[in-house]
């Protein structure tokens, strides 16, 4: 058994938690420590229970709960060297278990992979979480598919990407300068919901059956133009059985049973 809760998703905060019946980890903590109990209480998680967090890259809206959370629950932050090493400054009493990019360990029952992605941080990863012959993918924060992430993610039943913006949102937002604009659209910013499309078209015919689309922009994309165009372009490669759904900022958290 393999549950899945998205506890936040976005420019202002990142979190997921995955269960088995005996191992409970987050991915990312990009909310304060206060929200992220917050929104595990409202599923009937205990703070405490955690066996550790997974950190896929620094940047705030994927760490910014770290520090606190570590002094107040003492769980372990699973995160490679580099990452560790940007947030030295904000994680005073952090105990952290540092991986290798690229070389799977267990938590618990889980087994963890991690790739690299490209981005425009220290040493940024996705992950795909395994266990029982189940797997659930986490690819957000990437400015294109390499090789290496879809061969990862081509093996998981549940995929959270990112589907950050409409290229043609972005391009008419007014109040986005330019720089930030073209810092988004690079080849380390973020996955636009044409890109997401692209990328599940081609790992189609594997064992992909539910995805859930994440990080959207809040002011260049909309949950119902995200579906529509990946729902779109995975009817046109033969995926409409694939369940689509969308992990919208501010949704409340639901438990997914996804293996
Ligand atoms: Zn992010
Ligand atoms: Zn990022």
Not at 7 to 19: P, Y
Not at 62 to 84: D, E
């Amino acid at each position: 058994m393999l549950h899945l809760s998205v506890l936040a998703s976005g420019s202002s905060g990142n979190c997921a938690l995955v269960e088995t019946a005996s191992t409970r980890v987050l991915v990312d903590a990009g909310l304060s420590a206060r929200k992220i109990a917050q929104k595990l209480e409202i599923i009937g998680v205990s703070p405490n229970s955690l066996h550790g967090i997974l950190l896929t890259h620094e940047h705030s809206d994927h760490a910014q709960g770290i520090g606190v959370w570590a002094r107040r629950h003492g769980t372990p932050i699973f995160a490679n060297s580099l990452t560790a090493e940007a947030l030295k400054e904000e994680s005073k009493g952090v105990q952290w278990r540092i991986f290798t990019t690229g070389s799977d360990f267990d938590l618990g029952d889980l087994r963890i992979q991690s790739f690299s992605v490209p981005h425009d941080a220290a040493e940024p990863v996705g992950f795909v979480l395994q266990h029982n012959g189940s797997g659930v993918g986490f690819l957000t924060d990437l400015g294109y598919a390499t090789r290496m992430a879809l061969e990862r993610v081509r093996t998981v039943h549940t995929l959270l990407i990112e589907a950050n913006h409409d290229e043609a949102m972005l391009h008419n937002d007014t109040r986005r300068p330019w720089a930030i604009k073209q810092r988004i659209l690079s080849r380390h910013g973020h996955l636009s919901n044409n890109a997401a499309a692209q990328l599940l078209a081609e790992i189609l015919g594997g064992s992909l059956r539910r995805v859930l689309l994440g990080h959207l922009s809040e002011d260049c994309n909309t949950p119902a133009l995200a579906l529509q165009t990946v729902r779109e372009r995975l009817a046109l490669g033969g995926g409409e059985a694939v369940e689509v759904l969308c992990a919208a900022p501010g949704d409340a958290p639901s438990r997914l049973l996804v293996g």
